[in-house]
């Protein structure tokens, strides 16, 4: 089996988000499993030079793909190899264009898209599979990583039915999409179909047409063989107006063949045993190392050196999806209990500047930290007792899983990926059944209160916050399962192509 997995972005090169850190893990763990795996991503190189040392080998040189009926766009490919714990390898293939994507930032500048990312992404789209072909790599799945890739299916269908391209070479390819979050959708003017050399026939409501533009994500839906989501209740949740973002409905035409399958974490990354940029490192069994990092945290944000209060930490990109605007409403009432506020994140102008506000009332107790910080995010899921997660919608959520692997008990609001990964506790009896956080239903501050009061009510009982503490820390989301889904998921599209060629 043979899968080419495309993205954005991937964990070691960049990462805006989850969807760095999936890229980033599930290959390997493909590859564990006997899956042959490949990485294509775009070369950015001055983010490259942010997050290491890479070296890269030139692999191919100006390879042209036509757009704009005969204009052309020219890459390179570069190539590396990245090892992962076990002596696993997997190679990294790298779309070069300095022009499309040599910038400061994969998206946008402060919650600003480029204005070329129509052409950018319709360009990474494409050179997926010239790539393939100029590295002779017959993948027979190409699984393609949200709306920045949304057309590499269609243009896969278009190659394969106008034999361009040479057919046979993707004679028994496939495609998967996966939809980490359904907001992004990369929505375009109609004439970015004549860049990409795409005719009329797409501009239709069973094709890429949407309210007169043209949407990316619409096409990675509806010109794959299969689709995925992050979680399996997320999977129910887009087929309804309420989550669908617009496209539950045509979503609901492919509900056959969409299915969620939860997101891993990457033990080898987020481990407090192995954590070197935690103060202390600590396991079940051994929690004297959190309360280090408690320490830690409380004397680096308030430089106090002692700590009784319980502290309750946020790392979040600041946007509507994560309910920051919850945390703000509730602020005053949640402030009133003996406890100190931690926050890092950085996004949407209006979250930072409410924070801010916020802070200034409670500046002996609560720092809002607005930027993009690993080393003390890293910290905060360390040395924080309870993490907030209010989320409007999750499509899986990768903070929970590493709150709960820090010990760090997380109250949720119980949606998309958060509902399948945390078990509620609202008595003694959901410790003793596995329960690891506290969820509330409704996006509405009343209920997140009451959540986090029910969160301190038990954090005042020693030995059953302890239980709860390893609870989460013994829960297991690791890659192993998800990536045998994915292997499943590949292995029923290639007898579906079998039985169809
Ligand atoms: P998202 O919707 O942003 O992808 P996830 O919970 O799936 O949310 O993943 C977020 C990832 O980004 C986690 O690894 C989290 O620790 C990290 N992260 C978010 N904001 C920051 C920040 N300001 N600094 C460091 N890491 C961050």
Wanted: contains cysteine; hydrophobic residues 35%; proline residues 2%.
């Amino acid at each position: 089996m043979k899968v080419a997995m495309c993205s954005m972005e991937a964990v070691p090169f960049s990462k805006t988000g989850g969807l760095g850190d999936v890229v980033g893990a599930l290959p390997a763990f493909l590859k564990k499993q006997g899956v042959e795996c490949i990485v294509i991503m775009p070369y950015c190189k001055r983010i490259f030079e942010k997050s290491g040392n890479w070296e890269f080998s030139l692999i191919k040189k100006d390879i042209d793909i036509s757009f704009n009926w005969g204009q052309k766009e020219v890459f390179d490919v570069l190539s590396s190899e990245v090892i992962f714990p076990g002596n696993n390898s997997v190679t990294y293939y790298f779309i070069k264009n300095d022009k499309f994507f040599d910038r400061e930032n994969l998206y946008g500048v402060s919650e600003k898209d480029y204005e070329d990312n129509d052409r950018r992404f319709s360009f990474f789209s494409k050179s997926i599979l010239y790539l393939l072909k100029s590295i002779n790599y017959r993948a027979e799945v190409i699984h393609l990583n949200d709306y920045h890739c949304g057309l590499t299916p269609v243009f896969l269908r278009h190659f394969k039915r106008n034999s361009i391209s040479n057919e046979s070479f993707f004679g028994s390819t496939g495609s998967v999409f996966t939809i980490h979050n359904l907001a992004y959708q990369g929505i375009y003017e109609r004439n970015i179909l004549t860049y990409c050399e795409l005719g009329d026939q797409y501009f239709n409501i069973d094709a890429l047409e949407y309210y007169g533009k043209v949407n990316f994500m619409k096409g990675g839906i509806l010109f794959s063989e299969k689709v995925t989501t992050v979680s399996p209740t997320y999977a129910k949740e887009i087929l309804r107006p309420e989550y669908g973002y617009g496209l539950d409905g045509v979503l609901r035409t492919r509900e056959k063949d969409l299915v969620g399958i939860i997101n891993g974490l990457d033990y080898s990354v987020w481990n407090p045993e192995t954590d070197r940029k935690i103060k202390s490192n600590y396991s079940v069994g051994n929690l004297g190392g959190k309360r280090d990092c408690k320490i830690h945290l409380v004397k680096k944000m308030f430089g106090l050196e002692k700590v009784s209060k319980p502290v309750l930490g946020v790392v979040s990109r600041l946007s509507e999806q994560k309910g920051i605007d919850l945390v703000v409403d509730i602020l005053d009432v949640l402030m009133q209990e003996d406890i100190y506020l931690v926050t890092l994140g950085s996004g949407d102008e209006r979250y930072t500047k409410m924070l801010i506000e916020s802070e200034k009332r409670y500046t002996d107790r609560m720092r809002v930290n607005v930027k993009y910080d690993d080393e003390l995010a890293r910290m905060i899921y360390a040395g924080s007792d309870i993490f907030l997660m209010p989320s409007r919608y999750e499509p899986c959520g990768l903070s929970q899983l590493i709150s709960l692997k820090y010990g760090t008990v997380p109250v949720v609001r119980d949606t998309g990926g958060l509902s399948d990964t945390v078990k509620d506790i609202n008595n003694e009896g959901d410790i003793t059944k596995g329960g690891t956080g506290f969820k509330f239903k409704d996006f509405a501050g009343s209920d997140f209160l009451n959540a986090i009061s029910r969160a301190l009510s038990f954090y005042r009982k020693k030995d059953l916050w302890e239980r709860i503490i390893e609870n989460g820390m013994r829960s297991d989301f690791s890659w192993e399962n998800s990536a045998s889904k994915y292997k499943r998921l590949y292995l029923d599209l290639r007898k579906d192509i079998k039985a169809k060629a």
